[in-house]
Nanobody, 119 residues
Framework: QVQLVESGGGSVQAGGSLRLSCAAD?????MGWFRQAPGKEREGVAA???????NYAYSVKGRFTISKDNAKNTLYLQMNSLKPEDTAMYYC????????????????WGQGTLVTVSS
């Protein structure tokens, strides 16, 4: 099973930017970012497959960009124009199938990195 290690979280004021990274120790067909805010369910943020196809949640479209360095097996999430409602624990995950425009059959998760956006 692939091991994932996230980094790059932190605290930022509204309107600021952060870049999250997720290093995988093996090959991944597709990967995604998820987040969970206190008291809320986990939600998908963005996903990408090995060919560079991407998918974004409506709430982050135009502000977040997912990318992947296949040579380094590292996933990124560039987050711009951050809002207080983006505050959450962010997790990366790998999946076995790219289907329906997103990453499915998730089989490995990172430990999470906290993003806090203040108003």
């Amino acid at each position: 099973q692939v091991q994932l290690v996230e980094s790059g979280g932190g605290s930022v004021q509204a309107g600021g930017s952060l870049r999250l990274s997720c290093a995988a120790d093996g090959y991944t067909l597709c990967m995604g970012w998820f987040r969970q805010a206190p008291g809320k369910e986990r939600e998908g943020v963005a996903a990408i497959d090995v060919d560079g196809n991407t998918n974004y949640a409506y709430s982050v479209k135009g502000r977040f960009t997912i990318s992947k360095d296949n040579a380094k097996n590292t996933l990124y999430l560039q987050m711009n124009s951050l809002k207080p409602e983006d505050t959450a624990m962010y997790y990366c995950a790998t999946g076995l199938i790219w289907y329906g425009g997103t990453c499915n059959n998730l089989n490995a998760w990172g430990q999470g990195t906290l993003v806090t956006v203040s108003s």
